[in-house]
């Protein structure tokens, strides 16, 4: 019941860092677009967030991706009065996204997403140790 505890909250957390990831993903596709209108916002960063439940079943807490939360940072600004989408005073507002952040956020993901499987992995291989001992 315990290899199943663990594989079953390994699995929670990669289904939670896979979404984290996904969440990722969009602030950097979303990195350089502007307001589709002068006067609007554009694409404001989302922040993964997550939550603690329990498996009533195995016992076991999982972590859940939760909703994803805006990020409060001002917008970067551009002096570009030419653009569509420049403002009385020329200038265009870009999204409060930092590619470089994202890209920290993002490996930061995948690592966490890594050492969850590895948990799998680990966990597959003592049920498998232990069905061999067992047959012997």
Sequence with gaps: MDFLRSIAIAASGL???????RIISENIANADSVAPNPGTDPYRRKIATFRTEIDRTLEAPLVKIGKPVNDAAEFRTKH??????????????YPNVNALVEMADLREAQRSYEANVNIITASRRMIQKTLDILKS
Excluded: T
């Design 15 to 21: 289904r939670a860092q896979s979404g984290r990831m």
């Design 80 to 93: 570009e009065p030419g653009h569509p989408s420049a403002d009385a005073n020329g200038n265009v507002k």
